[in-house]
């Protein structure tokens, strides 16, 4: 059951707005290496504006990928990429439907 979650915006800068996305999109593999990490979502809010939503089981799960190599990504690429500094927002999980495990 996942209790922790991250939501994310991120607004591009000016002419990065496909770099962005194609960095979001790499994240994915590095999500991958991630087993506390429940699920993970890289989101296209309009045409220059992203989001990231993550959820965990715990808070434990949530600060092992706060301080995994997405983190380290996304605020290496930051000052390049994105109109203002990004704002990682912890949330609690009310509610969550999630696919069963087969």
């Not at 002419?15 to 990490?37: C, H, I, M, N, Y």
């Not at 434990?60 to 990429?81: C, F, I, N, P, T």
């Amino acid at each position: 059951m996942v209790t922790v979650g991250l939501w994310v915006p991120l607004e591009a800068k000016p002419g990065k707005e496909q770099e962005v996305a194609d960095f979001l999109e790499s994240g994915r593999a590095l999500v991958d290496q991630e087993p506390d990490t429940t699920a993970w979502f890289a989101v296209r809010l309009g045409p220059s504006s992203f989001a990231i939503f993550d959820v965990f089981e715990d808070e434990s799960g949530r600060d092992a990928h706060l301080s995994g190599k997405v983190a380290e990504a996304l605020m290496a690429q930051a000052e390049d990429l994105f109109a203002t500094p990004p704002e990682i927002k912890k949330v609690d999980v009310i509610a969550a439907k999630l696919a069963a495990s087969t």
